[in-house]
Nanobody, 124 residues
Framework: QLQFVESGGGLVQPGGSLRLSCAASGFTLESHSIGWFRQAPGKEKEGVSCINDSDGRTYQTDSVKGRFTISRDNAKNTVYLQMNNLKPEDTAVYYC?????????????????WGQGTQVTVSS
């Protein structure tokens, strides 16, 4: 059974940090590109960051550049999203997703498998 388990979300003050984890079971993350998306209330799902399966190249949306870092640990079959200097506008449900293709943050349609999401709330 293919499954993603996300963790690491929570409530944090502005300027704080969180590390989201996305652990896969039933398939090998190493052979997939992985993307992180987020969805705030009343808004469409937005691509945040992704990492290619083939060359490990990463991409981030402009609003998180310099603050968020995506990485993968193939031995643990897990992908991480390190989020620093969090802002209230980062508040959303964060999802990880896997694609058998080069990664993209432009569309969700490239992704075949999705996690259940983890809530991130940035508030004082």
């Amino acid at each position: 059974q293919l499954q993603f388990v996300e963790s690491g979300g929570g409530l944090v003050q502005p300027g704080g940090s969180l590390r989201l984890s996305c652990a896969a079971s039933g398939f090998t993350l190493e052979s997939h590109s992985i993307g992180w998306f987020r969805q705030a209330p009343g808004k469409e799902k937005e691509g945040v960051s992704c990492i290619n399966d083939s060359d490990g190249r990463t991409y981030q949306t402009d609003s998180v550049k310099g603050r968020f870092t995506i990485s993968r640990d193939n031995a643990k079959n897990t992908v991480y999203l390190q989020m620093n200097n969090l802002k209230p506008e980062d508040t959303a449900v964060y999802y990880c997703a896997a694609a058998i293709a080069l990664c993209t943050i432009a569309t969700t349609r490239a992704y075949d498998y999705w996690g259940q999401g983890t809530q991130v709330t940035v508030s004082s």
